[in-house]
């Protein structure tokens, strides 16, 4: 009997033994830990929406939210590398908003000056300049850390205090606004999304990648002989993953622009209103097509390249990836480098949502960005973490904000709530690591 067919009977045995929910995991290799967060996702939305008077599961509430949701969780996948490694980042909240002066302060008050307003570089200078300054700052950050042996605690609780006082040093505490026309596509709202007809071709080809990777792991698994997946369980995961593409658009697509733009551009485009009024679908926000992108890069990086495995490695046991002949400290240091170049990001889409950089913007960001990596399933302990339940993280923290808002819940109360969600997050995560070991 081949090796392969003697694990297959052994898997059978084995799986005669689980029960009907057990063994339709095992089957599809759903994580439940991803299953539990994405059910506690629709707990969270099902009850806010009742306690809202059926405001919550509306197009024009999920729309705001997923690009609200945008910044935090571009900075969550970063956040996710540096606690892999055993470290953390509380600056990312000043860094965002101190890049986030730097890019209002060029595009509004440098740039105009020299190439002169509306000139469609000024953006692109701006976006690239904000980079530069959020990698600078990571790499600074990073250096302390790594090459110093500073602890990462102290040099970000540093950074924290910092780069919250440079940014109002830049201006002196003046808000700089507005911003260039074109950066402020980042920040959705009408013109800043991409409308019903783009947003469906997008979710089709999502729905043509989601099958394509499928098929393309299933071959892979063949060519390797390794255990495969049933072809119902192949079948399952693609048919969930694009209704969930496709539902996300169809809520996108539901979403119309308010009447006072629509009356504004059909008259700028001599279009006539007819009695019901015209509908002009927002469709998929730029922010969030963003986040979405970063999403994917970073998990090719965590899962698909050398850096992604040295820093798994790195963090899952320091010593051993030393002896391996990583270079730890230099692993280390471009974490940080990328830390800062997502900052950077997530600023762009704060600064060109509010129109405006202000001094308070990115206040309580890191508490966001940490909570939700934790939520998503990073470990403190270091050596886990995903990039999308770190996603999915930053949407269960800006639900939860988002639904206490409709509620009428104070500031202050919002914060506790959020506080506890988070002590329960870490408190969750040591029980299921102590099931697990």
């Given at each position: 009997?081949?090796?392969?067919?003697a694990t297959?009977?052994?898997d059978?045995a084995r799986?005669?033994?689980?029960g009907?929910?057990?063994?339709?995991i095992k089957?599809?290799e759903?994580?439940t830990?991803?299953?539990?967060m994405?059910?506690?996702?629709?707990?969270?939305?099902?009850?806010?929406?009742?306690f809202?008077?059926?405001l919550?599961?509306t197009p024009r509430?999920l729309?705001?939210?997923?690009?609200q949701s945008?910044s935090?969780a571009v900075m969550?996948t970063?956040m996710?590398?540096v606690i892999?490694?055993r470290n953390?980042?509380?600056?990312?909240g000043?860094i965002?908003?101190?890049?986030?002066m730097?890019?209002?302060?060029?595009?509004?008050?440098i740039?105009?000056?020299?190439l002169g307003?509306?000139?469609?570089?000024?953006?692109?200078i701006?976006?690239?300049?904000?980079?530069?300054?959020?990698?600078?700052?990571g790499a600074?950050?990073?250096?302390?850390i790594?090459?110093m042996?500073v602890?990462?605690f102290?040099?970000?609780l540093g950074g924290l205090?910092?780069w919250?006082?440079?940014?109002w040093?830049v201006?002196?505490g003046r808000t700089?606004a507005?911003m260039d026309?074109n950066?402020?596509?980042f920040?959705g709202g009408?013109?800043?999304a991409?409308?019903?007809?783009w947003?469906w071709?997008?979710?089709?080809?999502?729905?043509v990648a989601?099958?394509a990777?499928i098929?393309?792991g299933r071959?892979?698994?063949?060519?390797f002989?390794f255990?495969q997946?049933?072809?119902?369980?192949?079948?399952?995961l693609?048919?969930v993953?694009?209704?969930?593409v496709l539902?996300a658009?169809?809520?996108?697509?539901s979403y119309p622009?308010?009447v006072?733009?629509?009356?504004?551009?059909a008259?700028?485009?001599s279009i006539a209103?007819?009695?019901?009024?015209?509908?002009i679908?927002?469709g998929?926000?730029?922010?969030?097509?963003v986040?979405?992108?970063v999403g994917?890069?970073?998990?090719f990086i965590?899962?698909?390249t050398?850096?992604?495995?040295?820093?798994?490695?790195?963090?899952?046991?320091?010593?051993?990836?030393?002896l391996?002949?990583?270079?730890?400290?230099?692993?280390t240091m471009?974490?940080f480098?990328?830390?800062?170049?997502?900052?950077?990001i997530?600023?762009?889409?704060s600064?060109?949502?509010?129109?405006?950089?202000t001094?308070?913007q990115?206040t309580l960001?890191?508490l966001?960005?940490?909570?939700?990596?934790?939520i998503?399933g990073t470990s403190?302990?270091?050596g886990v973490g995903t990039i999308a339940?770190?996603?999915i993280g930053?949407?269960?923290?800006q639900?939860?904000q988002s639904?206490m808002?409709?509620?009428?819940?104070d500031?202050?109360?919002?914060?506790?709530?959020?506080?506890?969600v988070l002590v329960?997050?870490?408190?969750?995560?040591s029980?299921y690591?102590?099931?697990?070991?």
């Amino acid at each position: 009997m081949a090796m392969s067919e003697a694990t297959a009977n052994t898997d059978k045995a084995r799986a005669s033994d689980l029960g009907p929910v057990e063994r339709f995991i095992k089957a599809t290799e759903l994580d439940t830990r991803m299953l539990g967060m994405i059910g506690a996702l629709l707990l969270i939305w099902i009850a806010f929406h009742i306690f809202s008077g059926g405001l919550f599961l509306t197009p024009r509430n999920l729309w705001n939210l997923s690009v609200q949701s945008a910044s935090v969780a571009v900075m969550a996948t970063g956040m996710v590398l540096v606690i892999v490694t055993r470290n953390i980042d509380l600056s990312v909240g000043s860094i965002l908003g101190f890049v986030g002066m730097i890019m209002a302060v060029i595009q509004a008050e440098i740039l105009p000056g020299m190439l002169g307003f509306g000139n469609p570089m000024i953006w692109v200078i701006a976006l690239a300049a904000g980079i530069l300054v959020g990698a600078a700052i990571g790499a600074l950050h990073g250096f302390i850390i790594a090459y110093m042996g500073v602890p990462a605690f102290i040099v970000t609780l540093g950074g924290l205090l910092v780069w919250r006082g440079a940014a109002w040093w830049v201006t002196s505490g003046r808000t700089v606004a507005p911003m260039d026309a074109n950066f402020r596509l980042f920040g959705g709202g009408p013109n800043g999304a991409i409308g019903a007809t783009w947003s469906w071709i997008i979710g089709l080809i999502a729905c043509v990648a989601i099958i394509a990777i499928i098929a393309m792991g299933r071959r892979q698994r063949q060519r390797f002989d390794f255990p495969q997946r049933p072809i119902w369980a192949e079948a399952f995961l693609a048919t969930v993953g694009c209704a969930v593409v496709l539902g996300a658009v169809w809520v996108a697509n539901s979403y119309p622009w308010p009447v006072g733009i629509v009356r504004r551009y059909a008259e700028a485009n001599s279009i006539a209103i007819p009695d019901g009024g015209l509908f002009i679908a927002h469709g998929i926000a730029i922010p969030v097509l963003v986040a979405i992108v970063v999403g994917i890069v970073m998990t090719f990086i965590a899962t698909r390249t050398t850096f992604g495995r040295y820093v798994f490695a790195l963090g899952g046991n320091p010593e051993a990836a030393e002896l391996a002949g990583i270079k730890t400290r230099w692993v280390t240091m471009k974490i940080f480098i990328l830390m800062g170049v997502l900052c950077a990001i997530a600023a762009a889409i704060s600064t060109a949502r509010l129109n405006a950089a202000t001094n308070a913007q990115g206040t309580l960001d890191e508490l966001l960005t940490i909570a939700a990596a934790v939520i998503g399933g990073t470990s403190l302990a270091g050596g886990v973490g995903t990039i999308a339940g770190a996603m999915i993280g930053a949407v269960v923290m800006q639900s939860l904000q988002s639904g206490m808002v409709l509620m009428g819940l104070d500031t202050p109360l919002q914060n506790i709530v959020v506080g506890i969600v988070l002590v329960i997050a870490v408190w969750l995560d040591s029980l299921y690591r102590r099931g697990k070991a």
